[in-house]
């Protein structure tokens, strides 16, 4: 079955540096997704991406943030000067549109670990 | 008011029993909602989907949907220890899903 792969599975990073989180969507999906959840919280949304551009995203994307699809396969998340709170396991996700029906499919995350 | 809430604490059932759980939206124009069951440390996995009024079955659970009351439930039945984990109810909105916290489900053998 196809699946959303993430790499790394677990980085910790110091706190300033900059980390990028990869992923790599369902091959037919175009819509792509990051989550995050902090430990203990709920999942929250940050950002959806479709045709190379971001199409909405939370208050919580902010310039700190961003989006890259950099080639055909995969999608990146950058996060600018790590702060401790930023500490969370961050999902992709993928779906095939955005029309009701259409089911969101989560990678198995990312787990950042800033000290 | 929060775009979905999931107030119940965490439910413990006896294995075979059925697990009831609850969930409240706040945008009545909402469309599709979702259930998620999350293990510890593990991403959400879909388990059920609705998008209209009534029931939806399929196999040992049991999704409810009212757009009147802006409420959907799930209920487990025959419950197994492997339904132990933190489902997630979900809501489509606006292109991306708007989660609630979650309740934790104990199954007990």
């Known amino acids: 079955e196809p699946e959303v792969t993430q790499t790394p599975s677990h980085q910790v990073t110091q706190m300033g540096q900059e980390v990028i989180l990869r992923c790599v969507p369902i091959?037919?999906?175009?819509?792509f997704y990051w989550y995050r959840q902090i430990l203990g919280q709920k999942v929250e949304f940050l950002v959806s991406?479709?045709?190379?551009?971001?199409?909405?995203k939370s208050e919580i994307f902010d310039d700190q943030f961003s989006v890259e699809r950099p080639d055909g396969s995969n999608f990146t998340l950058k996060i600018r000067s790590t702060k401790l709170e930023d500490s969370a396991m961050y999902f992709c996700?993928?779906?095939?549109?955005?029309?009701?029906?259409?089911?969101?499919?989560f990678g198995e995350g990312s787990w950042l670990t800033v000290v | 008011q929060k775009e979905v809430e999931q107030n119940s604490g965490p439910l413990s059932v006896p294995e075979g029993a059925i697990a009831s759980l609850n969930c409240t939206y706040s945008?009545?124009?909402?469309?599709?909602f979702f259930w998620y069951r999350q293990y510890s440390g593990k991403s959400p996995e879909l388990i059920m989907s609705?998008?209209?009024?009534g029931d939806k079955e399929d196999g040992r659970f049991t999704a409810q949907l009212n757009k009147a009351s802006q409420y959907v439930s799930l209920l487990i039945r025959d419950s197994q220890p492997s339904d132990s984990a933190t489902y997630l109810c979900?809501?489509?909105?606006?292109?991306?899903?708007?989660f609630g916290k979650g309740n934790q489900v104990v199954v007990i053998p």
């Open positions: 979900a809501v489509i909105r606006v292109n991306r899903l708007a």
């Open positions: 991406f479709y045709n190379n551009e971001i199409s909405e």
């Open positions: 091959s037919n999906h175009l819509y």
């Open positions: 945008d009545r124009v909402s469309q599709s």
């Open positions: 996700a993928s779906s095939e549109g955005a029309e009701p029906g259409n089911t969101i499919y």
């Open positions: 609705i998008y209209s009024n």
